[in-house]
Protein backbone atom coordinates (compact mmCIF):
# COMPACT_ATOMS: atom_id res chain seq x y z
CA UNK A 1 0.00 0.00 0.00
CA UNK A 2 2.99 1.95 0.71
CA UNK A 3 3.56 2.50 -2.74
CA UNK A 4 0.65 2.87 -4.28
CA UNK A 5 0.45 6.38 -2.88
CA UNK A 6 3.57 7.30 -4.67
CA UNK A 7 1.61 6.99 -7.87
CA UNK A 8 0.91 9.82 -9.95
CA UNK A 9 -2.31 8.32 -11.16
CA UNK A 10 -4.87 5.45 -11.11
CA UNK A 11 -5.32 4.50 -14.15
CA UNK A 12 -3.59 2.95 -17.19
CA UNK A 13 -4.91 1.97 -20.69
CA UNK A 14 -2.87 -1.10 -21.69
CA UNK A 15 -2.59 -3.14 -24.94
CA UNK A 16 -2.84 -7.40 -25.04
CA UNK A 17 -2.23 -9.75 -27.94
CA UNK A 18 -4.77 -11.59 -26.17
CA UNK A 19 -7.37 -12.01 -22.61
CA UNK A 20 -8.86 -15.23 -20.69
CA UNK A 21 -11.73 -14.68 -18.66
CA UNK A 22 -12.78 -16.47 -16.09
CA UNK A 23 -15.80 -17.17 -14.51
CA UNK A 24 -14.82 -17.76 -10.59
CA UNK A 25 -16.90 -18.66 -7.72
CA UNK A 26 -16.10 -18.01 -3.77
CA UNK A 27 -17.96 -18.36 -1.10
CA UNK A 28 -18.28 -15.19 1.50
CA UNK A 29 -18.24 -15.21 4.95
CA UNK A 30 -22.14 -16.42 5.74
CA UNK A 31 -21.56 -19.32 3.37
CA UNK A 32 -23.44 -18.07 -0.38
CA UNK A 33 -21.41 -18.18 -3.34
CA UNK A 34 -20.40 -15.41 -5.41
CA UNK A 35 -19.40 -15.17 -8.76
CA UNK A 36 -16.77 -13.29 -10.21
CA UNK A 37 -15.04 -12.41 -13.64
CA UNK A 38 -11.24 -12.37 -13.82
CA UNK A 39 -9.36 -11.08 -16.51
CA UNK A 40 -5.78 -13.21 -17.13
CA UNK A 41 -3.47 -11.83 -19.33
CA UNK A 42 0.06 -10.94 -19.98
CA UNK A 43 1.76 -7.57 -20.33
CA UNK A 44 5.32 -6.33 -20.52
CA UNK A 45 6.46 -10.00 -19.64
CA UNK A 46 4.23 -10.57 -16.57
CA UNK A 47 1.20 -12.44 -16.17
CA UNK A 48 -1.92 -10.87 -14.31
CA UNK A 49 -5.26 -11.63 -13.19
CA UNK A 50 -7.58 -8.98 -12.29
CA UNK A 51 -10.99 -8.78 -11.35
CA UNK A 52 -13.20 -7.39 -14.34
CA UNK A 53 -15.51 -4.66 -13.53
CA UNK A 54 -16.65 -3.48 -16.19
CA UNK A 55 -20.33 -3.83 -16.18
CA UNK A 56 -20.96 -5.00 -19.71
CA UNK A 57 -18.37 -7.52 -19.72
CA UNK A 58 -18.80 -8.58 -16.25
CA UNK A 59 -22.71 -9.12 -16.40
CA UNK A 60 -22.44 -10.57 -20.00
CA UNK A 61 -19.80 -13.22 -18.99
CA UNK A 62 -21.75 -14.30 -15.94
CA UNK A 63 -24.42 -15.28 -17.54
CA UNK A 64 -22.57 -17.29 -20.44
CA UNK A 65 -22.29 -20.87 -20.68
CA UNK A 66 -18.55 -21.71 -19.53
CA UNK A 67 -16.34 -20.81 -16.80
CA UNK A 68 -13.44 -19.77 -19.37
CA UNK A 69 -13.25 -17.57 -22.90
CA UNK A 70 -10.79 -16.55 -24.66
CA UNK A 71 -10.85 -12.81 -26.26
CA UNK A 72 -8.20 -11.95 -28.90
CA UNK A 73 -6.46 -8.52 -29.13
CA UNK A 74 -7.72 -5.82 -26.15
CA UNK A 75 -7.15 -2.76 -24.91
CA UNK A 76 -7.79 -2.62 -21.24
CA UNK A 77 -8.24 0.08 -18.61
CA UNK A 78 -6.82 -0.80 -15.66
CA UNK A 79 -7.44 0.96 -12.45
CA UNK A 80 -5.84 0.94 -8.99
CA UNK A 81 -9.19 0.67 -6.50
CA UNK A 82 -9.97 1.22 -3.21
CA UNK A 83 -7.58 -0.14 -0.65
CA UNK A 84 -8.83 -3.21 1.09
CA UNK A 85 -7.10 -4.78 4.42
CA UNK A 86 -4.06 -2.92 3.36
CA UNK A 87 -3.55 -3.79 0.45
CA UNK A 88 -4.88 -1.43 -3.40
CA UNK A 89 -5.50 -4.30 -5.90
CA UNK A 90 -5.63 -3.74 -9.47
CA UNK A 91 -8.67 -4.12 -11.38
CA UNK A 92 -10.02 -4.14 -15.15
CA UNK A 93 -12.08 -1.18 -15.17
CA UNK A 94 -13.07 -1.22 -18.84
CA UNK A 95 -12.50 -4.09 -21.82
CA UNK A 96 -12.32 -3.07 -25.35
CA UNK A 97 -12.04 -5.94 -27.94
CA UNK A 98 -10.19 -4.85 -31.27
CA UNK A 99 -12.30 -6.99 -33.18
CA UNK A 100 -15.47 -5.21 -31.45
CA UNK A 101 -14.73 -1.78 -32.55
CA UNK A 102 -13.74 -2.96 -35.95
CA UNK A 103 -16.97 -4.32 -36.54
CA UNK A 104 -18.84 -1.70 -34.71
CA UNK A 105 -20.59 -4.10 -32.42
CA UNK A 106 -20.94 -4.64 -28.45
CA UNK A 107 -19.68 -7.74 -26.03
Known amino acids: MEQAVTLRDSLKLI?????????????????EA???VDAVFRHTGRLYIVRVTDPE??????????????????????????EFKG???????????RSKVEAGSKP
Open 87 to 97: YAYKLAASIIE
Open 34 to 36: KQA
Open 57 to 82: YEQSYLNKYGKVHELGESFITVSLGE
Open 15 to 31: RVSRITLRIRTSRASHG
